[in-house]
């Protein structure tokens, strides 16, 4: 029986692949990518030759069943998402569940995951924190806010360019124009920029300055 490798990926810059994500790439039976196009260009500038395989969160509950077999069959298997750590607000939850219901090996390397260098850059309190990733779209955003309004610790969250004014909107209306908040964009690449201010500081210069890219928001606990 073989083993599944979680394997993070550069969020940004090529230069934070580790030595021994490449070596681990290079070595395995089969690659899982969540884009086999994205992860296409970065095996290419690694020369890293191993077959890749299609699995994102619209297949994965489909195909989890058939990389098991794979896996008990002797395959050795690498999961990779398009940036970062599988299993953090990407694909890798419900196949590291199965192996570990199937007794097969799992191996997580360390490495590159947006969430941290917002977190330590954004000067709030980081020795307690919440990661709520994305928050719901519609069914449930409001519940879940209410909820987070009586965090005390510091809260996470992940957000798109386009849904970033909403966020912040609505963390002005449930926790408070003054609640400290930092937005972190870009990270590791060329124009990264953090901002940080009160709820409506950030809202009032994202309003005026539309955001590009991916974006990580830190917001302080209710004091």
């Known amino acids: 029986m073989s083993k599944l490798y979680l394997v993070p990926t550069p969020i940004g810059n090529l230069k934070d692949m580790t030595f021994r994500a490449i070596e681990v790439l290079k070595e395995v039976d089969l690659i899982l990518a969540e884009d086999t196009r994205t992860s296409g260009k970065l095996l290419k500038h690694f020369e890293i030759s191993t077959h890749m395989q299609s699995h994102h969160m619209h297949n994965e509950h489909k195909t989890v069943e058939s990389i098991i077999q794979k896996l008990k069959a002797g395959t050795s298997v690498a999961l990779i998402s398009d940036a970062g750590t599988p299993g953090i607000s990407d694909p890798g939850f419900l196949l590291t ?56 610790r510091t809260m996470i969250f992940y957000e798109s360019p386009h849904k970033l004014l909403k966020t912040l909107a609505n963390f002005c209306e449930y926790f408070g124009e003054e609640r400290t908040v930092s937005v972190s964009r870009e990270l590791t690449k060329l124009y990264e920029e953090t901002i940080r201010g009160t709820a409506k500081e950030v809202l009032d210069y994202y309003t005026n300055k539309p955001p590009k890219g991916e974006i990580v928001i830190c917001v302080g606990g209710k004091k």
């Open 97 to 152: 569940r199965a192996c570990i219901e199937k007794s097969i090996d799992i191996e997580c390397l360390p490495g590159a995951t947006a969430f941290v260098p917002a977190l330590v850059n954004s000067g709030l309190p980081n020795d307690k924190f919440v990661f709520e990733g994305f928050l719901p779209v519609k069914k449930g955003r409001q519940t879940r806010l209410l909820l987070l309004a009586e965090e005390t």
